[in-house]
T-cell receptor, first 111, second 116 residues
Framework: KQEVTQIPAALSVPEGENLVLNCSFT??????LQWFRQDPGKGLTSLLL?????REQTSGRLNASLDKSSGRSTLYIAASQPGDSATYLC??????????FGAGTQVVVTP | GAVVSQHPSWVICKSGTSVKIECRSLDFQATTMFWYRQFPKQSLMLMAT?????????EQGVEKDKFLINHASLTLSTLTVTSAHPEDSSFYIC????????????FGPGTRLLVL
């Protein structure tokens, strides 16, 4: 069974610093991996999707890398802003389309 | 595009009653819909996968008689929490799959259930 771990569990940084969020997974036979953002009491917003054949994916200030063989993905957020405060979830997808979510990293960006 | 809605967004009910939650894909047809629950400070746990016109597939440990899932059309799936108890209080999120398997999933905004 796929196990997904996200480190750190929580992170607080001043505005302007870069964020590094780590995700590790035990089963490397994934179809793709997604990073989501979840605001308190809200649903999920998809941030980035990396196919298993890709090494990284970028969208604006966000960059996600994937090392499938070692079971790791990292989400980088450049020049953080208070609006980036949220919980970030990573979720590898298996070939059946099932997502396995990590517990998330709770990020607080202080002005 | 690819918008998924849920109704209601929150519900409070008495212990012993049943609660129905709807999940709709608004601008696409979803052959597969997924139901998740999320406890406070915890991650999303897949409860079941439902395919239009067939019985849902439940994850291990999820009581199918407790959580009834009906996928009546390509745009609507419902989750009914039967005889709800306080321990069923949780955040329920659905997603709808678009495309051939493994589908890209689009998530609804969630439904918060509080059972008194």
């Amino acid at each position: 069974k796929q196990e997904v771990t996200q480190i750190p569990a929580a992170l607080s940084v001043p505005e302007g610093e870069n964020l590094v969020l780590n995700c590790s997974f035990t089963d490397s036979a994934i179809y793709n991996l997604q990073w989501f953002r979840q605001d308190p009491g809200k649903g999920l917003t998809s941030l980035l999707l990396i196919q298993s054949s890709q090494r990284e994916q970028t969208s604006g200030r966000l960059n996600a890398s994937l090392d499938k063989s070692s079971g790791r993905s990292t989400l980088y957020i450049a020049a953080s802003q208070p609006g980036d405060s949220a919980t970030y979830l990573c979720a590898p997808t298996d070939s059946w389309g099932k997502l396995q979510f990590g517990a998330g990293t709770q990020v607080v960006v202080t002005p | 595009g690819a918008v998924v809605s849920q109704h209601p967004s929150w519900v409070i009910c008495k212990s012993g009653t049943s609660v129905k939650i709807e999940c709709r894909s608004l601008d696409f047809q979803a052959t597969t819909m997924f139901w998740y629950r999320q406890f406070p400070k915890q991650s999303l746990m897949l409860m079941a996968t439902s395919n239009e016109g067939s019985k849902a597939t439940y994850e291990q440990g999820v009581e199918k008689d407790k959580f009834l899932i009906n996928h009546a059309s390509l745009t609507l799936s419902t989750l009914t929490v039967t005889s709800a108890h306080p321990e069923d209080s949780s955040f329920y999120i659905c997603s709808a799959g678009l495309g051939p398997p493994p589908e890209t999933q689009y998530f609804g905004p969630g439904t918060r259930l509080l059972v008194l």
